[in-house]
């Protein structure tokens, strides 16, 4: 009884944990961030990624650091702002959603907040999908039928962050110099890839296969035709640019939701080379590449595929979901957060010292669980996207423990 109920609770558990992410650094080191082993740095070695034992490399990035996003979203984005060593994380957390970036210094080993205004509008974080331009440091996105930026080029940006530990950032949403060249009501599923700094939009209104609209990001320009890139089904998916030395990156990774291939889309020859594909994909997953490789990360379970870009080959990574549990360990302690209901106020500002209630029985169940909790993964992982899936389980869950209790 005792343990049907402690599975019960690590399941609704389970389900109140959103997705996390990963993200590489210039020196090619590999991140992953709100893994069911919590934060980690793998190093650059790809056969460490790979290993079907704990990867020698890696070193755990305590998840008790002040600042340090929840990662209990659907829909978070990480990305990597390759002249200031950043690691910037939007939409990771649910008290504050998208109304503040979560930057953690590679270097310092540090998050930092950066509240974020919007002038006229905030954007939507359901659908949003962003990329951080490589040259410029200012973020794009996509929601709500329309583009977004944060800050600009030229003063507003990350950049100062160093300077200014107080540093707020704006959405900004009215700045396109011509007009968007479709109608972005019904685009639900955007993606677009960050190739030779412009913006690569698939699976949107008006395109034929292999068709992108380009939004041309140093001067806020829509350009008004479509551009041919080959001959390719439009479909929802993710992408993610491949870095290429500390150049703007000409080539980025399209990656369908379906998981039967990844299209290399070369921006420079407007060429697309299909590789074979993860075989899986979708929300679950999230992408990070190297000049060599592109790393998939399933949220659900930690584990990691690498595509070799020079042979197509994938390889699986299974060694990385052995480490520790240590999420479950810090949250059976209970844990210093941000109350939700308060908004960002200052970036630095000490959270106050409110403890999640809600929190604190679960965890103490989670912890009385062997260290390996795989038991939980069982479950459907396509439910845990949805932030309202955790009510309905929750009531099953209650359901199911009283029928319980009838037998006994
Ligand atoms: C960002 O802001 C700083 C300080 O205002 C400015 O010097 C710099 O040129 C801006 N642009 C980039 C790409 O960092
Ligand atoms: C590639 O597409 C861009 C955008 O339409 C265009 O400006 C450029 O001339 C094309 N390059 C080649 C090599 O076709
Ligand atoms: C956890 O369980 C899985 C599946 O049963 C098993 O393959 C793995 O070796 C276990 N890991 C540890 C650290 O016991």
């Keep these: 009884m005792l343990l ?86 939007l939409n990771a957390d649910k008290s504050f959603g998208v109304k503040a970036l979560h930057v953690f210094d590679t270097n310092a080993r540090v998050w930092n907040l950066v509240p974020l205004t919007a002038e006229p509008e905030f954007p939507g974080g359901e659908g949003l999908v962003a990329t951080l331009d490589h040259d410029t440091n200012v973020i794009y996105a996509y929601s709500n039928g329309k583009i977004f930026r944060i800050g600009d080029a030229d003063k507003d940006n990350l950049s100062q962050l160093s300077a200014n530990g107080k540093l707020s950032l704006y959405w900004l949403s009215q700045f396109t110099v011509t007009p968007q060249p479709f109608d972005g009501s019904g685009y639900n599923k955007p993606v677009f890839g960050q190739g030779t700094n412009h913006l690569h939009f698939f699976n949107a209104p008006g395109l034929k296969e292999g068709e992108a609209w380009i939004f041309v990001v140093h001067y806020a320009w829509w350009q008004p035709t479509q551009q041919s890139y ?66 998939q990360f399933s949220s659900v379970s930690g584990k990691l595929k690498v595509l070799d870009l020079n042979t197509g080959n994938v390889l699986e990574g299974s060694g990385v979901a052995l480490l520790p549990n240590i999420v479950a360990a810090s949250e059976a302690k209970p844990k210093v957060e941000e109350s939700s209901s308060s908004e960002p106020t200052g970036a630095f500002s000490q959270p106050s010292p409110t403890v999640k209630a809600a929190q604190s029985p679960i965890a103490i169940v989670t912890s009385t669980l062997p260290p390996n909790v795989s038991a939980v993964q069982v479950v459907s992982p396509a439910k845990n996207m949805k932030d309202s899936g955790g009510v309905p389980l929750l009531a099953t869950s209650l359901l199911l423990v009283f029928f319980a209790m009838l037998l006994l």
């Design 4 to 89: 049907l109920l402690a599975l019960l609770l690590s399941v609704v558990h389970h389900y109140a944990h959103g997705i996390g992410c990963t993200v590489t650094d210039s020196d090619s080191n590999l991140y992953i961030f709100g893994a069911p082993y919590g934060d980690v740095s793998l190093g650059p070695s790809q056969s460490d990624w790979t290993s079907s034992s704990t990867p020698a490399g890696q070193s755990q990035i305590p998840v008790s650091l002040a600042n340090r996003p929840s990662f209990d979203t659907s829909n978070p984005t990480c990305m990597f702002a390759p002249f200031l060593n950043l690691i910037v994380v």
């Design 230 to 295: 080959g001959s390719f089904p439009q479909l929802p998916g993710q992408s993610v640019y491949i870095p290429f030395g500390t150049k703007a990156p000409p080539r980025f990774a399209y990656i369908p939701d379906d998981g039967h291939q990844v299209l290399l889309v070369d921006t420079s020859v407007n060429t697309t080379n299909a590789v074979s594909g993860f075989g899986e994909s979708g929300a679950n997953f999230r992408y990070a590449a190297t000049s060599q490789s592109l790393i």
